[in-house]
């Protein structure tokens, strides 16, 4: 088992910044990528971030090239979001998530453990 503790949400206005972070703990060994998610009222769940453990290879959505990095530091067990320019429509409950094998990093239904969200309201 891995759980996922996301911290770091809150109110911002457009064009502002948030760090979001994700501890890892237990069987964090077992973890192959770790990835971002986020969901907005009314909506699907959707992809956001992804980064392999292991490498540091790192994916993102369309919607937040540009804006948002993802990283992570090993020594800590913690994955991070660093999310500048944020306009209102990234509002959203933001989930980490882990996988343990590869496979298709944007789809929901491949992560394995999720935590429990954290909200970003950006304001306009």
């Known amino acids: 088992q891995v759980q996922l503790v996301e911290s770091g949400g809150g109110l911002v206005q457009a064009g502002g910044s948030l760090s979001l972070s994700c501890a890892a703990s237990?069987?964090?060994?077992?973890?192959?990528?770790m990835g971002w998610f986020r969901q907005a009222p009314g909506k699907e769940r959707e992809f956001v971030a992804a980064?392999?453990?292991?490498?540091?290879?790192?994916d993102y959505a369309d919607s937040v090239k540009g804006r948002f990095t993802i990283s992570r530091d090993k020594s800590k067990n913690t994955m991070y979001l660093q999310m500048n320019s944020l306009k209102p429509e990234d509002t959203a409950i933001y989930y980490c998530?882990?996988?343990?094998?590869?496979?298709?990093?944007?789809?929901?239904?491949?992560?394995?453990?999720w935590g429990q969200g954290t909200q970003v309201t950006v304001s306009s």
């Open positions: 998530a882990a996988k343990i094998k590869s496979g298709r990093y944007y789809e929901v239904v491949n992560y394995d453990y």
């Open positions: 237990g069987r964090t060994y077992s973890v192959y990528r």
């Open positions: 980064i392999t453990w292991g490498g540091g290879v790192t």
